[in-house]
T-cell receptor, first 115, second 115 residues
Framework: DGGITQSPKYLFRKEGQNVTLSCEQNLNHDAMYWYRQDPGQGLRLIYYSQIVNDFQKGDIAEGYSVSREKKESFPLTVTSAQKNPTAFYLC??????????????FGEGSWLTVV | AQSVAQPEDQVNVAEGNPLTVKCTYSVSGNPYLFWYVQYPNRGLQFLLKYITGDNLVKGSYGFEAEFNKSQTSFHLKKPSALVSDSALYFCAVRDSRNYGQNFVFGPGTRLSVLP
């Protein structure tokens, strides 16, 4: 099946620990994104990447890091510097063309909880 | 700068009645407009988009939206609501002049369809 796969669905982090959320897409999309969603709230952009080996900070990048070594993969690391990481994390991807509107498609999300 | 407003945090409607979820936007150029739906603990699902052409756009699950340039609105509608339509709905906009530009999402509107 084509789509965006996020893993794990649920993750628990201890204080001071780094954790990595996986995101893989087999849609051959150029761009990939990470969003954070706090319960009952909207989406905030953490990082995005439009091409391999390049990525840009979004609105709330502090305490997070990413890599884009392959077109299909865009892992997100939540570092110990992120003081309030408990949230629902959404990975997304899109093509980049001038005429298609570049619809963003989302994975199923990952819950991160600090214990 | 781009922005999206969803003026209602919550919309309640009885099953079988028509529903409307409101969205207004602001962009410098021509807008690309999108609606997404999110069920609990799930990622966002794409419903429909307006790129150009007919102002009335039809999408998934019987939803439609009407683009109104003069009122800068893109309201989501459905003629007859189902209990299963209860979810969180997000409107998003992107400026058509820059295909590499990121989406801006609205804060979301929670739709409750009462049996």
């Amino acid at each position: 099946d084509g789509g965006i796969t996020q893993s794990p669905k649920y993750l628990f982090r201890k204080e001071g620990q780094n954790v990595t959320l996986s995101c893989e897409q087999n849609l051959n999309h150029d761009a990939m994104y990470w969003y954070r969603q706090d319960p009952g709230q909207g989406l905030r952009l953490i990082y995005y990447s439009q091409i391999v080996n390049d990525f840009q900070k979004g609105d709330i990048a502090e305490g997070y890091s990413v890599s884009r070594e392959k077109k299909e993969s865009f892992p997100l690391t939540v570092t110990s510097a992120q003081k309030n990481p408990t949230a629902f994390y959404l990975c997304a991807s899109s093509i980049l063309r001038t005429d298609s509107g570049n619809t963003i498609y989302f994975g199923e999300g990952s819950w991160l909880t600090v214990v | 700068a781009q922005s999206v407003a969803q003026p209602e945090d919550q919309v309640n409607v009885a099953e079988g009645n028509p529903l409307t979820v409101k969205c207004t936007y602001s962009v410098s150029g021509n807008p690309y407009l999108f609606w997404y739906v999110q069920y609990p603990n799930r990622g966002l699902q794409f419903l429909l988009k307006y790129i150009t052409g007919d102002n009335l756009v039809k999408g998934s699950y019987g939803f439609e939206a009407e683009f109104n340039k003069s009122q800068t609105s893109f309201h989501l509608k459905k003629p007859s609501a189902l209990v299963s339509d209860s979810a969180l709905y997000f409107c998003a906009v992107r400026d058509s002049r820059n295909y590499g530009q990121n989406f801006v999402f609205g804060p979301g509107t929670r739709l409750s369809v009462l049996p």
